[in-house]
């Protein structure tokens, strides 16, 4: 697993460009765009499993939904970081990503350490110190296992014999 750790502020065109908001729509059209104005590198070396680290504020900007769905598609395990912009934080839930806020962690963090998540614990391991997040809800467990929200609510419609 590589860790990716970035500052403050990263903005919803860092994480994807806006010049290609209107020509990119699906998964495999976005990847590989995905931070190329931040880190040129990224979309070349991510894998599924990988974790982001970041400041404060990430996800500012617009509203966007290929920030979030790229990432998720990148098989990102989870995005780490100081607080979240709201608007990020809705579309990333939407897609299923997940974000654990913890600033401890993000601190503690050096590069070439390793980084280990226990959602059921609510806790994240940076190197030999563990820290502890809010537990994620049932539900918002849910909808990321069900890989975002429109699978989750389909999934409990045909539970429920809805269409």
């Known amino acids: 697993m590589k860790v990716f750790k970035y500052g403050d ?3 919803t065109d860092l994480l994807f460009p806006g010049r290609y908001t209107y020509t990119c729509a699906k998964a495999e059209e976005i990847l590989p765009h995905l931070l190329e104005d931040l880190d ?3 979309a070349g070396t991510v ?3 990988d974790v982001i680290l970041a400041g404060k504020n990430f996800g500012c900007g617009s509203s966007r939904e290929q920030p ?5 598609a990148a098989g990102i395990q989870a995005v780490v970081a100081k607080s979240f912009a ?3 934080f809705r579309a990333a839930t939407n897609q ?15 590069p070439g350490g390793g980084v280990s998540l226990d959602l059921a614990k609510g806790e994240i391991t940076v190197g030999n110190a563990a820290f502890t997040f809010p537990a994620l809800p ?4 849910a909808i990321r296992e069900a890989g975002g929200l429109l699978p989750y609510a389909r999934k409990r419609l045909k539970e429920q014999g809805q269409r």
Not at 68 to 72: M, N, T, V, Y
Not at 138 to 141: A, K, N
Request: proline letters at 8%.
């Open 9 to 11: 502020d990263i903005n």
């Open 40 to 42: 040129k590198d990224f």
């Open 47 to 49: 894998q599924p499993g």
């Open 68 to 72: 979030a769905l790229g990432l998720k």
């Open 86 to 88: 709201r608007i990020f």
């Open 96 to 110: 299923g990503l997940l974000l654990v806020e913890c600033p401890a962690a993000v601190e503690a963090y050096r």
């Open 138 to 141: 049932p539900e918002m467990l």
